[in-house]
Protein backbone atom coordinates (compact mmCIF):
# COMPACT_ATOMS: atom_id res chain seq x y z
CA UNK A 1 0.00 0.00 0.00
CA UNK A 2 0.82 3.69 -0.76
CA UNK A 3 0.07 6.22 1.99
CA UNK A 4 0.02 9.82 1.27
CA UNK A 5 1.29 11.69 4.51
CA UNK A 6 -0.02 15.06 5.17
CA UNK A 7 -1.06 17.44 8.34
CA UNK A 8 -1.90 21.08 9.22
CA UNK A 9 -4.01 21.71 6.22
CA UNK A 10 -5.97 24.71 7.98
CA UNK A 11 -8.93 25.04 5.66
CA UNK A 12 -6.33 25.96 2.62
CA UNK A 13 -8.63 24.90 -0.68
CA UNK A 14 -5.12 25.29 -2.16
CA UNK A 15 -3.74 22.70 0.18
CA UNK A 16 -6.70 20.33 -0.26
CA UNK A 17 -6.51 20.62 -4.42
CA UNK A 18 -2.88 19.24 -3.85
CA UNK A 19 -3.81 16.60 -1.62
CA UNK A 20 -6.33 15.69 -3.96
CA UNK A 21 -3.73 15.82 -6.88
CA UNK A 22 -0.57 14.10 -5.22
CA UNK A 23 -3.13 11.30 -4.06
CA UNK A 24 -4.45 10.89 -7.68
CA UNK A 25 -0.90 11.11 -9.28
CA UNK A 26 1.42 9.37 -7.08
CA UNK A 27 -1.26 6.49 -7.20
CA UNK A 28 -2.04 6.92 -3.51
CA UNK A 29 -4.23 4.03 -1.34
CA UNK A 30 -4.88 6.01 1.46
CA UNK A 31 -5.03 9.67 2.55
CA UNK A 32 -3.30 9.78 6.11
CA UNK A 33 -4.22 13.16 8.14
CA UNK A 34 -2.37 14.18 11.21
CA UNK A 35 -5.10 16.88 12.42
CA UNK A 36 -5.73 20.61 11.93
CA UNK A 37 -8.02 20.21 8.52
CA UNK A 38 -10.67 22.78 8.78
CA UNK A 39 -9.51 26.19 10.85
CA UNK A 40 -6.65 27.97 11.25
CA UNK A 41 -6.32 28.55 14.86
CA UNK A 42 -5.23 31.73 17.16
CA UNK A 43 -1.24 31.61 16.55
CA UNK A 44 -1.45 31.40 12.53
CA UNK A 45 -2.31 34.03 10.42
CA UNK A 46 -4.99 33.04 7.88
CA UNK A 47 -3.85 30.99 5.34
CA UNK A 48 -3.90 31.63 1.65
CA UNK A 49 -6.89 30.79 -0.20
CA UNK A 50 -8.56 30.28 3.43
CA UNK A 51 -11.82 28.50 3.04
CA UNK A 52 -12.92 25.89 4.67
CA UNK A 53 -16.36 24.37 3.03
CA UNK A 54 -13.48 24.18 -0.24
CA UNK A 55 -12.00 22.01 1.41
CA UNK A 56 -14.96 19.99 2.61
CA UNK A 57 -15.74 19.64 -1.18
CA UNK A 58 -11.98 18.42 -2.07
CA UNK A 59 -11.64 15.91 0.68
CA UNK A 60 -15.48 14.30 1.20
CA UNK A 61 -15.62 12.76 -2.15
CA UNK A 62 -12.04 10.78 -0.69
CA UNK A 63 -13.60 10.08 2.45
CA UNK A 64 -13.39 5.83 2.37
CA UNK A 65 -9.58 6.46 1.15
CA UNK A 66 -9.51 9.14 4.59
CA UNK A 67 -7.31 8.43 8.00
CA UNK A 68 -7.87 11.56 10.04
CA UNK A 69 -6.99 12.05 13.77
CA UNK A 70 -8.01 15.20 15.57
CA UNK A 71 -5.95 18.41 15.34
CA UNK A 72 -5.94 21.50 18.43
CA UNK A 73 -7.46 23.60 15.92
CA UNK A 74 -10.05 20.78 15.49
CA UNK A 75 -13.63 21.82 16.63
CA UNK A 76 -16.67 19.73 17.34
CA UNK A 77 -18.65 20.83 14.50
CA UNK A 78 -16.01 19.45 12.04
CA UNK A 79 -17.38 15.92 12.24
CA UNK A 80 -21.18 17.20 11.07
CA UNK A 81 -19.42 18.41 8.09
CA UNK A 82 -16.60 16.27 6.80
CA UNK A 83 -17.28 12.45 5.71
CA UNK A 84 -14.42 10.62 7.15
CA UNK A 85 -14.09 9.97 10.95
CA UNK A 86 -11.82 12.11 12.79
CA UNK A 87 -10.13 10.32 15.49
CA UNK A 88 -8.42 11.02 18.52
CA UNK A 89 -5.46 8.83 17.68
CA UNK A 90 -4.89 6.04 15.36
CA UNK A 91 -2.86 2.54 15.81
CA UNK A 92 -2.26 0.40 13.15
CA UNK A 93 -0.11 -1.59 11.03
CA UNK A 94 0.79 0.18 8.00
CA UNK A 95 3.22 -1.90 5.35
CA UNK A 96 4.04 -4.09 7.97
CA UNK A 97 5.29 -1.54 10.20
CA UNK A 98 3.45 -0.86 13.64
CA UNK A 99 2.49 2.61 13.80
CA UNK A 100 0.69 5.54 15.88
CA UNK A 101 -0.32 8.47 14.81
CA UNK A 102 -1.58 11.14 16.18
CA UNK A 103 -1.67 15.22 15.63
CA UNK A 104 1.36 15.70 18.29
CA UNK A 105 0.00 18.57 21.00
CA UNK A 106 0.14 15.61 23.29
CA UNK A 107 2.34 13.43 21.97
CA UNK A 108 5.01 13.63 25.02
CA UNK A 109 2.11 11.98 27.17
CA UNK A 110 1.93 9.14 24.71
CA UNK A 111 4.12 5.98 25.90
CA UNK A 112 3.60 3.54 23.54
CA UNK A 113 6.94 2.31 21.40
CA UNK A 114 5.98 1.57 17.72
CA UNK A 115 8.23 1.30 14.79
CA UNK A 116 6.52 4.76 13.54
CA UNK A 117 5.37 7.49 15.51
CA UNK A 118 3.23 9.72 12.92
CA UNK A 119 2.61 13.54 13.91
CA UNK A 120 1.89 17.05 12.60
CA UNK A 121 1.48 19.99 14.72
CA UNK A 122 5.00 22.09 14.51
CA UNK A 123 4.67 22.74 11.05
CA UNK A 124 8.61 21.50 11.02
CA UNK A 125 9.03 18.15 8.98
CA UNK A 126 10.94 15.45 10.60
CA UNK A 127 12.42 12.26 9.61
CA UNK A 128 14.49 10.83 12.51
CA UNK A 129 15.00 7.63 14.65
CA UNK A 130 15.15 8.46 18.27
CA UNK A 131 14.63 5.75 21.71
CA UNK A 132 13.93 2.60 18.87
CA UNK A 133 11.24 4.45 17.31
CA UNK A 134 11.10 6.34 13.74
CA UNK A 135 9.31 9.73 14.16
CA UNK A 136 7.88 11.44 11.65
CA UNK A 137 6.24 14.53 10.73
CA UNK A 138 5.36 15.60 7.32
CA UNK A 139 5.37 19.86 8.48
CA UNK A 140 2.47 21.84 7.18
CA UNK A 141 1.42 21.20 3.25
CA UNK A 142 -0.11 24.81 4.18
CA UNK A 143 1.50 26.98 6.82
CA UNK A 144 5.73 25.75 7.23
CA UNK A 145 7.53 27.09 10.03
CA UNK A 146 11.27 27.37 10.64
CA UNK A 147 12.48 27.91 7.22
CA UNK A 148 10.67 24.50 5.57
CA UNK A 149 8.98 24.07 2.32
CA UNK A 150 5.08 23.41 2.35
CA UNK A 151 5.47 19.39 2.34
CA UNK A 152 3.86 15.81 2.96
CA UNK A 153 5.65 12.61 3.22
CA UNK A 154 4.77 9.03 0.88
CA UNK A 155 4.91 5.88 3.04
CA UNK A 156 5.59 2.78 0.55
CA UNK A 157 6.21 -0.87 1.23
CA UNK A 158 9.91 -0.13 1.12
CA UNK A 159 10.33 3.01 2.70
CA UNK A 160 9.05 6.83 3.39
CA UNK A 161 10.18 9.97 2.47
CA UNK A 162 9.31 13.68 2.83
CA UNK A 163 9.08 16.07 -0.01
CA UNK A 164 8.16 19.70 -0.63
CA UNK A 165 5.11 20.31 -2.97
CA UNK A 166 7.67 20.38 -6.03
CA UNK A 167 8.04 16.61 -5.46
CA UNK A 168 12.02 17.31 -4.03
CA UNK A 169 12.59 14.39 -2.07
CA UNK A 170 14.29 15.90 1.61
CA UNK A 171 14.81 12.83 3.19
CA UNK A 172 13.90 9.43 3.17
CA UNK A 173 14.48 6.43 5.39
CA UNK A 174 14.42 2.63 4.24
CA UNK A 175 12.53 -0.26 6.10
Known sequence: MKYLIVSDI???????????????ELGCDYILC???VLYHGPRNDLPENYAPKKV????????DRIICVKGNCE???DQ??????ILDSY??????????LEHGHHLDE???????IMSGHTHIPVLEMKDGSLYLNPGSITIPKASSARGYA???EKNVALYDLAGNKLKEYTF
Open 34 to 36: LGD
Open 75 to 77: AEV
Open 91 to 100: DATLNGITCH
Open 56 to 63: IAVLNPLA
Open 10 to 24: HGSSDSANHIERLYK
Open 110 to 116: YTGKPMM
Open 154 to 156: ILD
Open 80 to 85: MVLDFK
